[in-house]
């Protein structure tokens, strides 16, 4: 059974930075794509970054680019996401997704087979 796990959240100020982990157990995979949504309250879940394993190509939402950075530890099954210049409206609860069936990067939550249970990101002002 496939598992994803979150960790890395917590609450920082403004201009603070995070750096949060998504570790994949349960399967080992060749080739995937693995997102990252954030859901703030009252809000739908909504893309962040995401990466294509053996690619390596990147995507990112216009309202992180420069300021977030999305990578992979392939070895490890681990996708991280850098968090720099933290903004009160980044606060959400950051998923992690695994797609397995790709043919582009995709953006919509729908496209995704397997999510992490979140982890709780704070910026303060």
């Known amino acids: 059974q496939v598992q994803l796990e979150e960790s890395g959240g917590g609450l920082v100020q403004a201009g603070g930075s995070l750096r949060l982990s998504c570790a994949v157990s349960?399967?080992?995979?060749?080739?995937?794509?693995m997102g990252w949504f954030g859901q703030a309250p009252g809000k739908e879940r909504e893309f962040v970054a995401a990466?294509?394993?053996?690619?390596?190509?990147?995507l990112y939402a216009d309202s992180v680019k420069g300021r977030f950075g999305i990578s992979t530890d392939n070895a490890k099954m681990t996708v991280h996401l850098q968090m720099d210049s933290l903004k009160p409206e980044d606060t959400a609860v950051y998923y992690c997704?695994?797609?397995?069936?790709?043919?582009?990067?995709?953006?919509?939550?729908?496209?995704?087979?397997?999510w992490g249970q979140g982890t709780q990101v704070t910026v303060s002002s």
């Open positions: 349960g399967r080992t995979f060749s080739s995937y794509v």
């Open positions: 997704a695994l797609d397995l069936n790709f043919s582009n990067i995709e953006i919509m939550t729908s496209e995704y087979d397997y």
């Open positions: 990466i294509w394993r053996r690619g390596g190509i990147t």
